[in-house]
């Protein structure tokens, strides 16, 4: 059973950081292209960043040159850090595996004031 679990979010400053982790059960994590994905009030879930099984990485342009994916295959486990965050980074935060359908985790609260 594939298990996601995000953890790190909370309330933040704007120009503030937070790193975001996902601990990943259930899957050989290493061979999975992997993503974060963000969800606003009142907006559709959408694709923050990528990683590839080879590290490849992508980004939304919103967020290109502020946020950094990252993987540590052996302790299975996705990373997303966050840096000069902005109030419209506020949402909740998920990861999953970059493919249909696939499970989500419960998501963790990134909260950015003015």
């Known amino acids: 059973q594939v298990q996601l679990v995000e953890s790190g979010g909370g309330l933040v400053q704007a120009g503030g950081s937070l790193t975001l982790s996902c601990a990943a059960s259930?899957?050989?994590?290493?061979?999975?292209?992997m993503g974060w994905y963000r969800q606003a009030p009142g907006k559709q879930r959408e694709l923050v960043a990528g990683?590839?099984?080879?590290?490849?990485?992508n980004y939304a342009a919103s967020v290109k040159g502020r946020f950094t994916i990252s993987r540590d295959n052996a302790k299975s486990t996705l990373y997303l850090q966050m840096n000069d965050l902005k109030p419209e980074d506020t949402a909740a935060y998920f990861c999953?595996?970059?493919?249909?359908?696939?499970?989500w985790g419960q998501g963790t609260q990134v909260t950015v004031s003015p």
């Open positions: 990683i590839s099984s080879g590290g490849s990485t």
């Open positions: 259930g899957i050989i994590f290493r061979l999975k292209h």
């Open positions: 999953k595996q970059m493919v249909s359908p696939a499970p």
